[in-house]
């Protein structure tokens, strides 16, 4: 096991910035995931690490060991690619002891080896066929034995799973998970998927243009998002927001589309220090509840539906407050008209505050310095 960490990295391609200055640890034995919309630099990141691209500047680290001018022959890594990259002429067993023969290792180590990583791979059976005779999701077990045989310190995934269907994800990334914590391999696992950063990572680094947003659990990023960006990228449907303003006659209040919310105590304590006059108020479609009546305690406010999804298991409805569309999950019996009149409501523990200036969650807005991205 390794971990591994860069310091103050950045890589460029001509003048675009595709990481800009990143400090960063992945711990050891742990299963991080590196998670991002297209372009934000999470792929990039991942080849630092490998070795195929060379930072700009900055010092990349596993362990005590400086690897940041190592090839990545010499910082033994295993890669697994989203296009799996297997030698279409060569018989799987030849693709997974491909590495091992690269070093020369002795034929009777290779077969004893392969057959011990095929075992856990289940794909016993798969080592005499062509890669052009498997399917999408035996291939992906036969790169990651690949990846695995070699006994690498640090496991590196680029979107694994993205060309498998549905069903097949989700078997797979059990599996891995599975794996990782078996093998306490170092694990470092590039997605876009939210869901799948979410149930398969032990640590989320969210990453947006170049630059690290957030770093935590999967339940710190999802209840405590640092910014706007984690907030709106982490959850499926996004969590609503909507403007709001600060009420200071005596206690304070946040006012939003006509209806008022004593915050809860954590956040009037940060709108009470940094005395800002505006919020962006937010909070998760499974956390609203719909009704024809205000709820006490809660934030109500009242809109329109405008069109309910039906799911299956629950429901997607979207209402329009004050020209803005805020998305409510309710169970499939509850399925309002298209124009009712409805208030939305929201326990106060489950609203959320964000600067709209430096879009910051306002709990964070308080951190010293340097605990997380500028």
Same mark, same amino acid.
């Given at each position: ?8 990295? &950045? ?39 490998? /070795? ?10 596993? /362990? ?16 697994? !690619? ?10 799987? $067993?030849?693709?997974?002891? !491909? ?18 990583v095929a075992r856990l791979l289940r794909i016993e059976e798969l080592l005499d066929r062509y890669p052009g005779q498997l399917s999408g999701g035996q291939q992906q077990r036969v790169a990651l034995a690949r990846a695995l045989v070699k006994e690498p310190d640090v496991l590196l995934l ?12 989700? &078997? ?26 979410? %149930? ?5 680094? #969210? ?25 709106? !990228? ?17 206690? #304070? ?23 800002? *006059?505006?919020?962006?108020?937010? !909070? ?7 009704? $024809? ?6 934030? %109500?406010? *009242?809109?329109?539906? $405008?069109?309910? *999804? ?34 939305? %409501? ?12 430096? *879009? ?11 605990? /997380?991205?500028?």
């Amino acid at each position: 096991m390794v971990e591994v960490r860069l310091e103050n990295v &950045t890589k460029r391609f001509g003048r675009v910035v595709a990481v800009d200055n990143v400090t960063l640890e992945f711990p050891d034995g742990r299963f991080s995931a590196l998670l991002g919309p297209s372009g934000s630099g999470k792929s990039t990141l991942l080849y630092l690490i490998a /070795g195929i691209y060379k930072p700009t500047s900055g010092r990349i680290f596993f /362990g005590d060991r400086e690897v940041t001018n190592l090839p990545p022959k010499d910082r033994n890594v295993g890669l697994v !690619f989203q296009n799996y990259a297997l030698y279409p002429h060569m018989k799987v $067993y030849d693709n997974i002891a !491909f590495p091992m023969r690269l070093r020369k290792l002795p034929e009777s180590k290779i077969d004893a080896k392969v057959q011990e990583v095929a075992r856990l791979l289940r794909i016993e059976e798969l080592l005499d066929r062509y890669p052009g005779q498997l399917s999408g999701g035996q291939q992906q077990r036969v790169a990651l034995a690949r990846a695995l045989v070699k006994e690498p310190d640090v496991l590196l995934l680029d979107e694994p799973l993205s060309n498998l269907d549905a069903l097949l994800r989700l &078997t797979i990334r059990a599996e891995l998970k599975k794996l990782q914590r078996r093998l306490e391999i170092t694990a470092i696992h590039v997605t876009h998927d939210q869901a799948e950063a979410m %149930s398969i990572a032990d640590v989320i680094v #969210v990453i947006d243009r170049g630059r690290v947003q957030q770093v935590g659990s999967p339940d710190d990023v999802y209840n405590r998002p640092r910014n706007l960006f984690v907030a709106g !990228f982490i959850g499926s449907p996004p969590a609503n927001m909507l403007p709001g303003r600060v009420l200071r006659d005596g206690v #304070v209040m946040v006012e939003v589309a006509g209806a008022r919310l004593s915050p809860r105590e954590e956040y009037a304590k940060a709108l009470a220090e940094t005395g800002i *006059e505006e919020v962006v108020v937010v !909070f998760r479609p499974e956390h609203a509840r719909l009704g $024809y009546e205000p709820a006490s305690g809660a934030l %109500s406010i *009242e809109g329109e539906v $405008y069109v309910v *999804e039906p799911l299956g298991r629950e429901n997607i409805v979207t209402v329009m407050v004050a020209g803005v569309p805020v998305k409510v999950l309710t169970p499939p019996s509850v399925r309002p008209r298209a124009g009712e009149k409805l208030y939305v %409501s929201v326990p106060a523990e489950h609203v959320m505050l964000f600067d709209p200036e430096t *879009e910051l969650n306002l709990l964070h807005l308080l951190e010293p310095r340097g605990l /997380g991205p500028d």
